[in-house]
């Protein structure tokens, strides 16, 4: 089997809450999407999906997915696509670093290596664990009252785990964190994620005013090394996430008890071959996992739950839907929430049939 023509469409994504709102007045109304098709000479397309959080979250912006595809996809024909790690070296090879590029072809991919074999994904990348995974509902960054108000009907749709959008004036996050928590229920769990956004100083002193709340802090500062000093001076569970970008700073945050759950997302490592790598080490070393992608559809979450769902249950901390924030729908069969959980398709591949009426005309097209 070869890949003979590789496909890139634009999908807009708007938001059913019109805007997403994280640290540093960083924003994002509505995204940018690509989705990529991998076509075979035996009649087999896979799909993959890449959607930046805008051009200033990771080094990764949407004009970029496309363009890095025209640079690298005609290396890839006449390449099996069932040959995931040779294929990877194939790309690493062909482009160096841009992990976001290569993402959305080998999501399609190992869509066609399931296609292929009659497999859900999630079995070939290692099985399918319980029947469903939990959920996390990011809280866009408001006012601590706004904030604190949706709390209740995210709970409504069956969110237990709620991800806070801080990262801006200390001051304001440390209202921000008191008046979710004054919302939260036995057995919720609440993250104060920061993304980067606090420097040093601001940082442990946030920690340090909530240390009576029962919240995990993720990525307060810009570097590893800033993250690495606040999280031996407070008490609180510590999630890492924009610093750990490949396996080398998973490994570093290891050996320096850096964290106590990594957020690793699908594009930032660069495909599904490249996480599962990262999600087998860390089920190995005891990291327990947020699993998910920086944003995205249909397509992107049913990669999401299959990689979500094929990682014992004890290490996944938690898993996102963006699908259900978003007012497009790009493809049948893709998970659908169900009271604060989803499920990876039965069907072979990634179980997704795209709605070419949505996708349109491609804007990349290599042969
Ligand atoms: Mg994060």
Excluded at 264 to 292: F, H, N, P, Y
Aim: aromatic share 8%; net charge negative; with cysteine.
């Amino acid at each position: 089997m070869n890949i003979t023509r590789i496909l890139a469409y634009r999908v807009e994504l708007p938001l059913h809450e019109q805007t997403y709102k994280w640290s540093g007045g960083k924003s994002v109304n509505v995204f940018d999407s690509t989705i990529v098709a991998v076509e075979t000479n035996v009649g087999l397309v896979g799909y993959g999906e890449v959607c930046p959080l805008g051009p200033f979250y990771l080094p990764a912006y949407s004009d970029g997915v496309r363009a890095g595809l025209r640079e690298l996809g005609p290396h890839l024909l006449g390449d099996d696509p069932r040959q995931l790690v040779k294929l990877n070296q194939k790309m690493d090879a062909a482009l160096k670093g841009h992990p976001y590029v290569k993402s959305g072809i080998d999501i399609a991919c190992w869509d066609i290596l399931g296609q292929a074999t009659g497999l859900p994904v999630c079995e070939l990348l290692g099985g399918r664990y319980g029947e469903d995974v939990r959920l996390y509902r990011a809280i866009s960054q408001e006012s601590p009252e706004q904030m604190a108000a949706k709390v209740a009907g995210y709970r409504a749709e069956g969110y237990r785990r709620f991800q806070l959008k801080v990262g801006g004036d200390p001051d304001v996050d440390i209202e921000r964190i008191r008046a979710v928590a004054a919302k939260l229920q036995p057995g919720d769990r609440l993250v104060a994620d920061a993304n980067t956004g606090w420097v040093q100083h601001e940082a442990v002193r946030v920690a340090k005013a909530v240390r009576d709340i029962d919240v995990y802090i993720e990525q307060p500062c810009l570097t590893y090394e800033e993250c690495l000093a606040v999280r031996r001076k407070i008490p609180h569970p510590f999630v890492l996430d924009e610093n750990i970008d490949d396996l080398g700073m998973l490994l570093r945050a290891k050996a320096d008890l850096a964290m106590d759950v990594v957020n690793l997302k699908i594009s930032k490592l660069g495909g599904l071959t490249k996480i599962k790598q990262a999600r087998d080490l860390c089920v190995s070393m005891g990291i327990a996992m947020t699993l998910e992608d920086s944003w995205g559809g249909d397509i992107a979450t049913a990669a999401i739950a299959h990689l979500a769902q094929s990682t014992p249950t004890e290490f996944l901390f938690t898993t996102t839907d963006f699908n259900s924030y978003v007012t497009v729908s790009t493809a049948v069969g893709a998970p659908q929430r169900k009271d604060g959980w989803m499920s990876a398709s039965r069907q072979s591949g990634l179980g997704v049939w795209p709605k070419m009426e949505v996708l349109g005309n491609p804007l990349v097209e290599i042969t």
